[in-house]
């Protein structure tokens, strides 16, 4: 009797499991359909590039030695190592940019994307963009970092740049993301190719600022 008991708790607990796993799987689905969907025209970058708020897993057999610097713009992972250098742009490290942002004469450029808008909200619901924390005094460009930029944002990060820079093309360009954040050196290589000669790369970003005990700060996107 006892043992009849037994298994029947044991098949209970085993189609509990089986309905939890499934409700885990679905409220899942939108979650992994949104990824799928950052990155889409709106932003400027491609349908399939991915938001880079998490790293991708390593892929099996990847090489782990130091990256090559590409011909041509990231378009896809962008959360994965980064080369050590870009050619005609300053790399800096984590204390030559602190140097730089304590003589207050380089503009600090974020291009850490915006999040989208959750695809299929229920009707009425209110959206509210998440707020974004950066180095003090950095202006945020969101969604120039991707490989290709459609029209409207190629445009709008031209005219910024110009603003910027007070139409010097040789004014101090700071640009910056995460660490291992292929977005930015996309974005300086774009200001590179836009004709700034004074372009330099902060590669560890926001990362690399709080690990020399800097704090980051609220900051708003630059329209």
């Given at each position: 009797m006892r043992q009849r008991?037994?298994?029947q708790r044991s098949s209970a607990c085993r189609i509990k499991l089986a309905l939890y796993t499934c409700l885990a799987l679905l409220a899942a689905a939108p979650a992994a359909l949104h990824a799928a969907d950052d990155g889409a025209g709106a932003t400027g970058g491609p349908a399939a590039a991915p938001h880079p708020d998490v790293p991708p897993p390593p892929a099996?057999?990847?090489?782990?030695?130091?990256?090559?610097?590409?011909?041509?713009?990231?378009?896809d992972n962008f959360r994965t190592p980064v080369p050590p250098t870009l050619r005609g742009a300053k790399v800096l490290s984590n204390d030559q940019a602190a140097d730089l942002w304590n003589k207050d004469g380089a503009v600090f450029i974020d291009v850490y994307p915006q999040a989208p808008k959750p695809p299929n909200l229920p009707a009425g619901t209110f959206w509210r963009e998440p707020s974004h924390r950066s180095i003090e005094g950095a202006r945020w460009l969101p969604n120039v970092g991707y490989g290709a930029l459609n029209s409207t944002v190629d445009a709008s990060f031209?005219?910024?740049?110009?603003?910027l820079?007070?139409?010097?093309?040789?004014?101090p360009l700071v640009f910056f993301c995460l660490k291992d954040c292929w977005m930015s050196w996309n974005a300086a290589k774009r200001a590179l190719e836009y004709g700034y000669t004074n372009v330099m790369w902060f590669r560890d970003g926001t990362d690399g600022w709080q690990e020399l005990g800097y704090p980051l700060a609220e900051v708003k996107k630059t329209e």
């Open positions: 008991q037994a298994r099996e057999g990847a090489h782990t030695g130091p990256v090559e610097e590409p011909a041509d713009y990231r378009m031209r005219a910024n740049l110009k603003e820079s007070k139409g010097k093309r040789d004014a």
